[in-house]
């Protein structure tokens, strides 16, 4: 399975704390993305690192790929109760059509 | 926003009886998936299409069928719900399948089976 699996399960901070979450999956990819839930809706695409990237910015949204440790991690800068969601991982290979995505973290951003 | 609209949004529906989930997309999208979302589960892929009439199984597809007649709509059917189906479900499209695509959802379909 190209599945992500996601850590912390839930992490919870006040505002304008920096929040960060990890990600990790089994085998090589293409590229790996993350993406954001919020209570009751669909998910939302975030961010896409490409394998040969070592790291990513997007406004307030860092990502790190370390393909050696099969890792990626997602730091959110200068939280905001806004940003209280669930984030999940996404890893593609070469191969598949099949997106299959972990549990997630929930983050929690305690005004 | 992708344009993806699911259909109903919310039903609740007696064990035992037939239901269909609709996704309709305007993005012309060729790949279309059926998940659902349960707590502690996470997202689970049900079914997928990889083009007009052509679908396959996801991790968790027993008790669920799909069809796919026109590119734009992808309906999800539970032939006899039960109250094991009680869940979200989303519907996702996405251009070109997963390598360097991303997906997009629609905003989910309340489904009670009582």
């Known amino acids: 399975s190209q599945q992500g699996e996601e850590d912390p399960q839930a992490l919870s901070i006040q505002e304008g704390e920096n929040a960060t979450m990890n990600c990790s999956y089994k085998?090589?990819?293409?590229?790996l993305q993350w993406y954001r839930q919020n209570s009751g809706r669909g998910l939302v695409h975030l961010i896409l690192?490409?394998?040969?990237?070592r790291e990513k910015h997007s406004g307030r949204l860092r990502v790190t790929l370390d393909t050696s440790k099969k890792s990626s991690s997602l730091l959110i800068t200068a939280s905001r109760a806004a940003d209280t969601a669930s984030y999940f991982c996404?890893?593609?290979?070469?191969?598949?059509?099949?997106?299959?995505f972990g549990t997630g973290t929930s983050l929690t951003v305690i005004p | 926003d992708a344009g993806i609209t699911q259909s109903p949004r919310h039903k609740v529906t007696e064990t035992g009886t037939p239901v269909t989930l609709r996704c309709h997309q305007t993005?012309?999208?060729?790949?279309m998936y059926w998940y659902r979302q349960d707590p502690g589960h996470g997202l689970r892929l049900i079914h997928y299409?990889?083009?007009?009439?052509?679908?396959d199984k996801g991790e968790v597809s027993d008790g669920y069928s799909v069809s796919r007649s026109k590119t734009e709509d992808f309906l999800l059917t539970l032939e006899s719900a039960t109250s094991s189906q009680t869940s979200v479900y989303f519907c996702?499209?996405?251009?070109?399948?997963?390598?360097?695509?991303?997906?997009?959802f629609g905003e989910g379909s309340w489904l009670t089976v009582v």
């Open positions: 996702a499209i996405s251009e070109l399948g997963t390598a360097g695509n991303t997906i997009y």
């Open positions: 996404f890893s593609s290979s070469n191969t598949g059509n099949q997106f299959y």
């Open positions: 993005e012309n999208h060729r790949y």
């Open positions: 690192i490409r394998s040969n990237e």
């Open positions: 299409s990889y083009g007009v009439k052509d679908t």
């Open positions: 085998t090589s990819i293409n590229n």
